[in-house]
């Protein structure tokens, strides 16, 4: 179990909340992560951690965010995922304005459900000392300037 935010305490932290079977958004977002990863790497920024929390955490269990992790092909090095209980989910949230209202249930031809969330598009940027410094929409990234500002922390 992890303390989150606290495990983060002394880092510089980018959060975004998610759901694995997100067919827009989410995937956007996750890759953005992954460019922000890559971008700190290069650079040699250190300290640097990448969460992303699941707000479906009934479905979203932490074998389902493992498979989710292998089949991007993320780097766990520094870049985590999360679930939890709801009501801790719903703090984290609120916490963070985040909103995620579930739509309808489909079904497929074969009976499977499609299911579908309307949420908040972010990613936001914490600093070592766990407060909330910047917000930045997270399907459609300015990589320059999220590294930017994490230097900016850094002084």
Do not use: W
């Not at 002394?10 to 995937?27: A, E, H, Y």
């Not at 650079?43 to 707000?55: M, R």
């Not at 766990?130 to 990234?141: A, P, V």
């Amino acid at each position: 179990m992890v303390d989150f935010p606290k495990k983060f305490n002394g880092k510089i932290l980018l959060v975004s909340f998610i759901f694995t079977n997100c067919p827009d958004i989410c995937p956007l977002t996750t890759h953005n992560l992954q460019l922000i990863q890559q971008k700190v790497k290069e650079e040699k920024i250190g300290n640097v951690s990448l969460a992303a929390i699941s707000f479906d955490p009934e479905r979203d269990s932490p074998s389902v965010l493992k498979k989710f992790a292998e089949v991007r092909n993320l780097n766990l090095s520094n870049y985590n995922l999360f679930s939890g209980k709801r009501e801790n989910i719903k703090s984290l949230m609120e916490t963070f304005h985040i909103v995620a209202i579930a739509n309808d249930t489909t079904f497929t031809e074969d009976g499977d459900p499609v299911y579908f969330f309307t949420h908040t598009d972010r990613i936001t940027l914490v600093d070592q000392d766990l407060n909330i410094r910047k917000s930045y929409r997270g399907s459609e990234i300015n990589l320059e300037e999220i590294i930017s500002d994490i230097k900016n922390l850094r002084d």
